[in-house]
C-alpha cells in the first residue's frame, strides 16, 4: 500500500531533549516536505527536500532540522525542544514539488 | 508571496442542505488549487485540485470546486451534506512557477452538520 508513515504517533517530552521524528514514504517520490499545524494558523511549512541531499528552508525553520540521507526518508530533528514547539507534525511527499502531496497520519508533540 | 484567506473558522449546515466553503487567494502567478479535508485524528486527504484546464473541478465524496481568476476564489461546494462530511477542511496554493516551495494552507474551516 502506498503511503507516508511517521513515527511515533504521540510524543511527550521535556524542553530541551534531543528527539527526532522519522518520515518514510515507499512510493519513491523526490518532494518531501514538514509542516506543523496549530490551531487558527492552518499548517505551515517547515522544511522541505527536493531529492537526496537537497533540503531547504521553509516558513517556519527555526529549531528544526532535518536530513536527506535516503530517498525514502526525511526525518525532523528538534535539537532542543521547547514549549513553543508543542505541535501536531505532518510530513508530505510527492512524485516531483508540483505533484499532489500525499500527507502522512501526523504526529502529535508535547513539550513541557 | 502567496496567502490564502478562508473566510469562516466554524460553518454549520443542516444534513442535506448546501455545503458552500469560501477560499480566496493571492498569488502573483498563475497558481495550482488545492482542497484538502482533515478528518478528527486524521492526516489530510486531497478532496480535489486545480492545475490548468477547466475551472470547474470534481473531486471525492460528491464534492466540487470551481476557480474564478476574476474573483480569485476557488469555492467549495457539495449540493446536499451528510454527516460524514463533518471535518476541517484546507484551502491550499502553490505557485504554478516552478519553485520549491510547498503549499500556503488558509486556517482551515471546520464543517459542522446538524442532523
Known amino acids: 500500500e502506498a503511503q507516508v508513515t511517521q513515527n511515533p504517533r504521540y510524543l511527550i517530552t521535556v524542553t530541551g531533549k534531543k528527539l527526532t521524528v522519522t518520515c518514510s514514504q515507499n512510493?519513491?517520490?523526490?518532494?518531501m516536505s514538514w509542516y506543523r499545524q496549530d490551531p487558527g494558523l492552518g499548517l505551515r511549512q517547515i522544511y522541505y527536500?527536493?531529492?537526496?541531499?537537497?533540503?531547504d528552508k521553509g516558513d517556519v525553520p527555526e529549531g528544526y532540522k532535518v536530513s536527506r540521507k535516503e530517498k525514502r526518508n526525511f526525518p525532523l530533528i528538534l535539537e532542543s525542544p521547547s514549549p513553543n514547539q508543542t505541535s501536531l507534525y505532518f510530513c508530505?511527499?510527492?512524485?516531483?514539488?508540483?505533484?499532489?502531496?500525499?500527507f502522512g497520519p501526523g504526529t502529535r508533540l508535547t513539550v513541557l | 508571496a502567496q496567502s490564502v484567506t478562508q473566510l469562516g473558522s466554524h460553518v454549520s449546515v443542516s444534513e442535506g442542505a448546501l455545503v458552500l466553503l469560501r477560499c480566496n487567494y493571492s498569488s502573483s502567478v498563475p497558481p495550482y488549487l488545492f482542497w484538502y479535508v482533515q478528518y478528527p485524528n486524521q492526516g489530510l486527504q486531497l478532496l480535489l485540485k486545480y492545475t490548468t484546464g477547466a475551472t470547474l473541478v470534481k473531486g471525492i465524496n460528491g464534492f466540487e470546486a470551481e476557480f474564478k481568476k476574476s474573483e480569485t476564489s476557488f469555492h467549495l461546494t457539495k449540493p446536499s451534506a451528510h454527516m460524514s462530511d463533518a471535518a476541517e477542511y484546507f484551502c491550499a496554493v502553490r505557485d504554478s512557477g516552478g519553485g520549491a516551495d510547498g503549499l500556503t494552507f488558509g486556517k482551515g474551516t471546520h464543517l459542522i452538520i446538524q442532523p
Open positions: 527536500s527536493m531529492n537526496v541531499e537537497v533540503t
Open positions: 508530505a511527499s510527492s512524485l516531483m514539488v508540483s505533484d499532489t502531496q500525499y
Open positions: 512510493m519513491n517520490h523526490e518532494y
